[in-house]
Structures are given as structure tokens and as C-alpha cells.
């Protein structure tokens, strides 16, 4: 079951944490979440699973940042958030689908308990201006059922900005599956 804006709401402070919360941002089952002003993107074209990939840093300028096709831009979002007993999911808004603009590959599952800013995987189909702040995803809340586990990998978890991928870690430790 998918909580309803009320709920969300209700909830604010207890098992869900937005900051910064806009009422304006709240919809009848999710929550807008803002484009922060950085990007990262990759230096090298052909990236390694095995080993920190080298990237560099982009800013929004106000007048807008004009986004290509065939390139990988990670992104974060504005607000952080953390909860408890839901399970958060993230998906793009319509209108910035409508774009061609897409926000996340693959990671728009989150965990229980996971605390921190969401990366975003964002990608286009044709060139596209974006500009920060811009409500550019929202947040869902799934009910969990049955006993579980909080989400507590030091990877991802508590994160203060964007995060690139460390899937290399899982090499050195030999988690790889």
C-alpha cells in the first residue's frame, strides 16, 4: 500500500523526515523533491566496476545548464530525508518525462531506513536545459510488512552530497555475487 500526502504528512517528524518540508511540494501520494545545484559527471568513457571511477564536478549556473545525450550526470536532491517502517521509492515527475529527461537508471528503490540525500541517474534523449531547485522527482512510501532489518550499509548511508558509485568496495570484500 502507497501512503497517501495526508499520511505522509501525519507522519513528518516520526517515521518520515523531509527537510526542507514545502507544503506546496506535498501531493495527494508522494513528495516533490528539488534538483540541488551540483552534478557530477565521469571523466573517462569507459567506466570499471573493480575501481573508483575519476569524476569532476559541475554547478547549475542560474541561467541553466544545458544537459547531452549520451552522458551520465548524477545529481542530488535538495531535501534530506530519512525513514522508518516505510519503504521510500523515487520516481521522475511526467512533465520532466515528457522531456525525455529521465532521473534514475535503476536505483529508484530505496530501503528502510536509509537516511541521507537521494543520487539521481540522470540521463536524456535529447539535449535539455535543467536548472537548480526545480522540482524534478518525488518520493513514495510503500507499507513494509513482517519484521525487518533498518538499512545501515556505511557505503550510501548518511550521505552529505552527491555519491558516485562505489560498487568497488563490494570487490575488495568479496560480497560480489
Request: hydrophobic share 35%.
Amino acid at each position: 500500500m502507497i501512503l497517501s500526502g495526508r499520511a505522509i504528512k501525519a507522519k513528518l517528524g516520526k517515521q518520515i523526515i523531509i527537510d526542507p518540508f514545502r507544503e506546496e511540494q506535498l501531493n495527494p501520494n508522494s513528495y516533490n523533491l528539488r534538483l540541488h545545484h551540483e552534478l557530477l559527471v565521469y571523466e573517462e568513457p569507459v567506466l570499471d566496476m573493480k575501481r573508483p571511477n575519476p569524476f569532476r564536478q559541475l554547478t547549475i549556473p542560474p541561467e541553466g545548464l544545458v544537459l547531452e545525450t549520451g552522458r551520465l550526470y548524477l545529481g542530488r536532491t535538495l531535501e534530506y530525508t530519512e525513514t522508518d517502517g516505510y519503504v521510500p521509492m523515487l520516481e521522475g515527475r511526467s512533465s520532466v518525462g515528457r522531456l525525455g529527461l529521465f532521473i534514475h537508471v535503476t536505483a529508484g528503490f530505496g530501503d528502510v531506513g536509509f537516511k541521507g540525500y537521494w543520487t539521481l541517474e540522470i540521463f536524456c534523449i535529447q539535449p535539455i536545459r535543467i536548472y537548480a531547485g526545480v522540482s524534478i522527482c518525488q518520493i513514495y512510501y510503500h507499507t513494509i510488512e513482517g519484521d525487518y532489518d533498518r538499512y545501515c550499509s556505511g557505503k550510501y548511508q548518511n550521505n552529505r552530497g552527491i555519491q558516485p558509485s562505489l560498487l568497488y568496495r563490494d570487490f575488495s570484500t568479496g560480497d560480489e555475487e
